[in-house]
């Protein structure tokens, strides 16, 4: 069975809890600033909640894209050790998306979301089009 990897960019998108993922056997990273003294409660609690399938990266440096960095080196690194698995990249940056295509171009199965709700499980998957918002 593939693993399915969740890598969040907390600097840019906090979300408050992980219910949407509940029942579903992803491996959650949350990459933290260096500067980011606090996460919410309730999203400590439901990283918690997954047990050995979650952790913090706090980075130790800081500086423009230091944060960025760190995931692109834990994503390429994932990759080598596990090339079976699928990774969701939550961000809103969208200086991701190159390095997105040249890992789909490697056979690497990664996407780039800017939340959590746009994750293409259990049919969550936010509205784009007026006609969407209202089914």
Do not use: C, W
């Not at 579903?24 to 990273?29: C, D, S, T």
């Not at 998306?97 to 994750?119: A, Q, S």
């Amino acid at each position: 069975m593939k693993t399915d990897y969740v890598l969040i960019d907390f600097e840019n998108v906090q979300p408050k809890d992980l219910s949407l993922l509940a029942g579903h056997p992803f491996k959650v990273i949350v990459f933290v600033g260096s500067n980011q003294g606090r996460i919410p409660f309730d999203l400590a609690k439901s990283l918690q909640a997954r047990g050995q399938y979650a952790e913090y990266i706090q980075i130790s440096g800081s500086g423009r894209n230091a944060l960025d960095f760190h995931i692109a080196f834990h994503l390429g690194e994932l990759a080598n050790k596990d090339g079976d698995a699928y990774f969701h990249v939550i961000s809103k940056d969208k200086g991701f998306d190159p390095l997105v295509r040249h890992l789909k171009e490697r056979g690497i199965k990664v996407r780039r979301v800017n939340g959590l709700t746009e994750m293409p499980i259990a049919g969550i998957v936010s509205p784009k089009t007026d006609d969407e918002r209202i089914d």
